[in-house]
């Protein structure tokens, strides 16, 4: 008998032992997968250009827009980029004229479809099929509402900056519109467009593959011209006198 208890007094101390183990090994685990959201959220801290939290595909909107600005389909976008660069070669090196390159068109295809048209008379077979172009009424409306909205969010942010609230959104864009008139004055209306477009077509490609790369220096970069800003406020900014608006938010 005390053989057969202690046995049972080996059996019961194995099971205690086996269940401390067990509730030690699943408080591990779940301490470990506490410390997993703390490091995705430092991950998540991580510094990105202009404060975005989302990928730059859907920076750019996703779908179409970003596939071809991100050349995701590189036939789009090697073709997008081949038609401008062709216009910008006809109207900027060789010095045409939109409505002469219009009415040269027309003329051409006029001209190829009349004498198709006539020729088949002749050949026996069936004129060409020219397909009824239209104009649809959905897309063009909504290209005038997107149009009107962003127009009457551009009318509102510049009401807000002429009101006097904000110096620093005033001074920003003083200055994006005094560099923006420099390089006006330093090629026409068609090459910034060109320009533009030739960036967006590269910018954000080389960003997005070598983002882990520039964002660092981005940092540093804002680091130091929120400091040469502060102390441009200090020195500057705050001796200016306050305007009638900034009294009225005051009190």
């Given at each position: 008998?005390?053989?057969?208890?202690?046995?049972?007094?080996?059996?019961?101390?194995?099971?205690?032992?086996?269940?401390?183990?067990?509730?030690?090994?699943?408080?591990?685990?779940?301490?470990?997968?506490?410390?997993?959201?703390?490091?995705?959220?430092?991950?998540?801290?991580?510094?990105?250009?202009?404060?975005?939290?989302?990928?730059?595909?859907?920076?750019?909107?996703?779908?179409?827009?970003?596939?071809?600005?991100?050349?995701?389909?590189?036939?789009?976008?090697?073709?997008?980029?081949?038609?401008?660069?062709?216009?910008?070669?006809?109207?900027?090196?060789?010095?045409?004229?939109?409505?002469?390159?219009?009415?040269?068109?027309?003329?051409?295809?006029?001209?190829?479809?009349?004498?198709?048209?006539?020729?088949?008379?002749?050949?026996?077979?069936?004129?060409?099929?020219?397909?009824?172009?239209?104009?649809?009424?959905?897309p063009v409306l909504e290209f005038a509402q997107a149009l009107r909205f962003e127009i009457?969010?551009?009318?509102?942010?510049?009401?807000?900056?002429?009101?006097?609230?904000?110096?620093?959104?005033?001074?920003?864009?003083?200055?994006?519109?005094?560099?923006?008139?420099?390089?006006?004055?330093?090629?026409?209306?068609?090459?910034?467009?060109?320009?533009?477009?030739?960036?967006?077509?590269?910018?954000?490609?080389?960003?997005?593959?070598?983002?882990?790369?520039?964002?660092?220096?981005?940092?540093?970069?804002?680091?130091?011209?929120?400091?040469?800003?502060?102390?441009?406020?200090?020195?500057?900014?705050?001796?200016?006198?306050?305007?009638?608006?900034?009294?009225?938010?005051?009190?």
């Amino acid at each position: 008998m005390a053989e057969h208890e202690e046995k049972h007094e080996e059996s019961l101390m194995e099971k205690l032992a086996e269940k401390i183990h067990r509730h030690d090994s699943s408080s591990s685990s779940s301490d470990s997968d506490d410390d997993k959201p703390s490091e995705s959220s430092t991950k998540a801290k991580v510094f990105r250009l202009f404060g975005r939290e989302r990928p730059v595909y859907h920076v750019f909107g996703g779908g179409k827009p970003a596939d071809i600005f991100l050349w995701r389909d590189k036939k789009v976008s090697a073709g997008a980029l081949g038609v401008v660069t062709v216009i910008w070669v006809l109207f900027e090196l060789l010095e045409y004229y939109l409505l002469t390159l219009v009415c040269h068109l027309l003329i051409l295809a006029l001209a190829i479809l009349f004498l198709w048209s006539n020729a088949t008379t002749f050949i026996n077979k069936s004129p060409p099929r020219i397909p009824e172009v239209q104009i649809p009424k959905e897309p063009v409306l909504e290209f005038a509402q997107a149009l009107r909205f962003e127009i009457n969010q551009a009318f509102a942010v510049l009401r807000d900056i002429a009101s006097g609230r904000d110096l620093k959104k005033f001074l920003s864009v003083i200055a994006g519109l005094w560099v923006l008139s420099i390089v006006g004055s330093w090629c026409n209306f068609l090459t910034l467009f060109y320009i533009v477009f030739v960036l967006l077509h590269t910018v954000p490609v080389v960003y997005e593959k070598y983002e882990d790369k520039v964002d660092p220096f981005a940092e540093k970069a804002m680091h130091e011209i929120k400091k040469q800003y502060a102390v441009f406020d200090a020195k500057v900014l705050s001796k200016i006198p306050r305007g009638p608006l900034k009294e009225k938010k005051k009190d």
